[in-house]
C-alpha cells in the first residue's frame, strides 16, 4: 500500500456509493480511524443540498479496503510527520481532484466515560 492507491481506494469507494451517471458537486466521507475500529459517514452533495446515501450500497470488499487504506494513511502520517490523527473528511469532485483535511482531536465516542 502507498499514498496513491490509499486515496485510490476512498475515491473508489465514494463512486461506489453513487448511481451510475448520478449527478454532484462534490462527495465528502468523514472518516474517524483508530486502532481495528473505523467510522465513516458519506455526503453527496448537488445544488447546495446534501444527500446521504445508503451505507449498504458497496460490498464488504469495499468497506475493508476502506478500512486497510484509512488505517494506512493513518500510520503512514505518524511515521512521516509524527503527527497522530483520529479522522480525516476526503471530498472528492467531479473531475476527479480531491482533497483531504486531517483531524487531530480525538472523537467524543472513542473517549472512555
Do not use: C
Request: hydrophobic share 35%; charged share 30%; no cysteine.
Amino acid at each position: 500500500m502507498d499514498t496513491e492507491k490509499a486515496y485510490a481506494i476512498l475515491a473508489n469507494v465514494l463512486f461506489a456509493h453513487t448511481q451510475d451517471n448520478e449527478k454532484f458537486d462534490k462527495l465528502e466521507m468523514i472518516i474517524e480511524v483508530d486502532e481495528g475500529f473505523l467510522k465513516n459517514e458519506v455526503t453527496r452533495h448537488l445544488d447546495d443540498k446534501e444527500f446521504y446515501p445508503r451505507l449498504d450500497m458497496i460490498s464488504p470488499q469495499a468497506e475493508n479496503d476502506l478500512t486497510v487504506a484509512s488505517q494506512f494513511l493513518r500510520g503512514n502520517l505518524l511515521e512521516t510527520t509524527g503527527d497522530k490523527i483520529w479522522g480525516f473528511t476526503f471530498t472528492l469532485y467531479p473531475d476527479g481532484q480531491f482533497n483531504i483535511d486531517y483531524t487531530y482531536d480525538m472523537p467524543e465516542w472513542m473517549q472512555d466515560d
